[in-house]
């Protein structure tokens, strides 16, 4: 019993030690303190680190240079005041965190301010890939600058902010700053909200993970009462002394906040990656039948009012015809579900080895008649139905329409179109849909469709000839009446 108490006390001890080693001294504790106190005052030196870093990765965003815009990060000195107010809030120091606080948005001023005056004066029209891809930040954005403030919170108290170069990389404060300016300048505010959300993003993020590791290094850890100067019953613990003696609820909750928008922006890419994909698979199985060897450069696409418009660059051996761009519409919606109007711009190839050469230009001598194409002509209602159908129907082998009605049903002003298909039995739900939102885009009205399958076609002697084959008696029948004509014929 001795020892199994002397063993528990031994385990406890190897516990104290290592919470002990996680913890700062006193020493290393005012240490930090003093060295972020000094990092984070917003002085000359502070305000022209900001102005360069600014003019450096405002010139990388707009002439889309990676390099440079990596430079302009690692001068940026906007992480010092953002690691003070992660100190200053877990600490208790009001003074520190009206420092800090002063030095991040008088910092972000003059970074949004700066970026916009030299986009007005450099001569540069479009807006570049570096630039679009800090306006729809994700999830992910706040993943890394949660780890990334880690790392940086954490060589801090245990390696002298050894690795905070590679942190200020991780997080990019200053280009999505840069990025708010450059779009204001061009009047393209929903971008510049993008950049900004960001912005708050990484900066919310790093607040967040710095007061964990801080706590977990030994600073103090103040209710919120110290900064708001409300002093809260202990005897009675209502909602409201709880949220005011929760020192982090704030951040937390600012925290929470910013991910629902981020959350909508990554399920919006999810959305547009799978699209994209859909697309390029449905282009690629038309290719395949139309010009084997060609090769789609790029798509881009725009979906509005239930209708997808679709541009895409191809490089191809043979010419292609508005026919065959219709061939490619059609299996286009009914994979997408929704109308299509697709526009190609071909590029003509030429494949040459040293023993053969394909001219793709040879097939535009002598020039082909013109043929007009008309995707649906605008006519009666029996005509769209009827083009439409007998368009969607070429996609399935072995099906035709066989007939159609409908009716216009006044109260709910929508067709109701009842198609009667030979051998239907293979369509499923997407053709309903397709012919449905096709439809409607043609008719301007709501349309109901309901699938008629019309069943193979048997012809009736085959049928008997299959049953008497079957049935052995109703063949002995049939042979006895034969014998009985017979004979009876032989007899006249």
């Given at each position: 019993m001795?020892?199994?108490i002397?063993?528990a006390?031994?385990?406890?001890h ?6 002990l080693k996680?913890i700062l001294?006193?020493?290393d504790?005012?240490?930090i ?14 305000y022209?680190?900001?102005v ?8 990388g965003?707009?002439?889309?240079s990676t390099?440079v815009?990596?430079?302009a990060?690692l001068?940026?000195p906007l992480?010092?005041p953002?690691?003070?107010s ?6 208790g120091?009001n003074?520190?965190l009206?420092v800090?606080i002063k030095a991040?948005?008088i910092g972000?001023s003059i970074?949004?301010?700066l ?7 450099l ?7 570096e630039?679009l891809?800090r306006t ?5 954005d ?9 790392a ?14 590679g942190v ?8 999505p700053l840069c990025?708010v300016?450059?779009t204001?300048a061009?009047q393209?505010?929903?971008y510049a909200?993008?950049a900004?959300l960001l ?6 993020a790093i607040?967040?993970i710095g007061?964990?590791i801080?706590?977990?290094a ?8 110290n900064?708001?100067n409300?002093?809260?019953n202990?005897e009675r613990?209502?909602?409201?002394s ?5 020192n ?9 906040l910013i991910?629902?928008?981020?959350i ?17 698979n449905?282009l690629?199985?038309g ?10 450069v790029?798509?881009e696409?725009?979906?509005?009012e239930n ?9 191809t051996?043979r010419?292609?015809?508005p ?9 286009l919606e009914?994979?997408l579900?929704?109308?299509v109007?697709?526009?190609a ?6 494949k040459?080895s040293n023993e053969?050469s ?5 097939s535009?001598?002598?020039k082909?008649?013109?043929?007009i194409v008309?995707?649906?002509?605008t ?8 083009q439409v ?6 996609l399935f ?6 007939d159609?009605?409908f ?15 030979d051998g239907?039995?293979?369509?499923d739900?997407?053709?309903k849909k397709?012919i449905?939102s096709?439809?409607e885009s043609?008719l301007?009205?709501k349309?109901m469709v309901?699938l008629?399958d019309?069943?193979?076609v ?10 008497v ?6 063949k002995e029948?049939e ?7 017979d004979q009876t014929n032989d007899?006249?």
């Amino acid at each position: 019993m001795e020892e199994r108490i002397n063993d528990a006390d031994e385990f406890g001890h190897v516990n104290e030690v290592k919470k002990l080693k996680r913890i700062l001294s006193v020493n290393d504790r005012n240490r930090i303190i003093k060295s972020i106190r000094k990092e984070a005052r917003p002085d000359t030196y502070y305000y022209v680190m900001v102005v360069l870093s600014c003019s450096v990765a405002t010139y990388g965003l707009l002439s889309n240079s990676t390099a440079v815009i990596i430079g302009a990060m690692l001068i940026a000195p906007l992480m010092n005041p953002i690691l003070g107010s992660a100190l200053a809030l877990i600490n208790g120091n009001n003074k520190l965190l009206r420092v800090t606080i002063k030095a991040e948005f008088i910092g972000a001023s003059i970074a949004i301010i700066l970026s916009a005056l030299l986009t007005l004066l450099l001569p540069v029209s479009d807006l570049t890939p570096e630039i679009l891809s800090r306006t729809e930040p994700t999830l992910i954005d706040l993943i890394i600058a949660l780890a990334s403030g880690a790392a940086g919170t954490y060589a801090i108290c245990y390696r002298s902010g050894a690795t905070l170069p590679g942190v200020a990389i991780a997080t990019a404060l200053m280009p999505p700053l840069c990025v708010v300016g450059i779009t204001i300048a061009k009047q393209e505010f929903q971008y510049a909200a993008g950049a900004l959300l960001l912005f708050l993003a990484n900066m919310v993020a790093i607040i967040v993970i710095g007061i964990i590791i801080f706590k977990i290094a030994g600073f103090t850890n103040p209710t919120l009462s110290n900064y708001l100067n409300i002093s809260v019953n202990e005897e009675r613990k209502t909602l409201f002394s709880r949220l005011v003696t929760n020192n982090i609820i704030y951040p937390f909750t600012l925290l929470l906040l910013i991910c629902i928008p981020l959350i909508i922006f990554m399920a919006n890419s999810i959305e547009a990656d799978r699209t994209e994909k859909t697309i390029r698979n449905a282009l690629e199985e038309g290719l395949t039948v139309l010009s084997p060897e060609s090769k789609i450069v790029s798509v881009e696409f725009n979906k509005e009012e239930n209708e997808y418009t679709i541009n895409t660059e191809l490089n191809t051996e043979r010419v292609i015809y508005p026919e065959d761009i219709r061939k490619l519409e059609n299996s286009l919606e009914y994979k997408l579900a929704s109308p299509v109007k697709l526009q190609a711009d071909v590029t003509l190839v030429q494949k040459v080895s040293n023993e053969t050469s394909t001219n793709a230009f040879q097939s535009l001598f002598p020039k082909p008649e013109e043929k007009i194409v008309e995707v649906i002509e605008t006519g009666t209602p029996e005509e769209v139905i009827e083009q439409v159908v007998s368009e969607k129907l070429l996609l399935f082998e072995g099906t035709e329409l066989e007939d159609f009605m409908f009716q216009y049903q006044r109260g709910t002003g929508a067709y109701l179109v009842e198609l009667t298909i030979d051998g239907g039995s293979i369509l499923d739900d997407q053709f309903k849909k397709t012919i449905e939102s096709v439809l409607e885009s043609q008719l301007k009205r709501k349309v109901m469709v309901v699938l008629r399958d019309n069943g193979p076609v048997i012809d009736e002697e085959q049928e008997v000839e299959d049953s008497v084959k079957e049935d052995p008696e109703v063949k002995e029948e049939e042979t006895e009446e034969s014998v009985s004509e017979d004979q009876t014929n032989d007899a006249s």
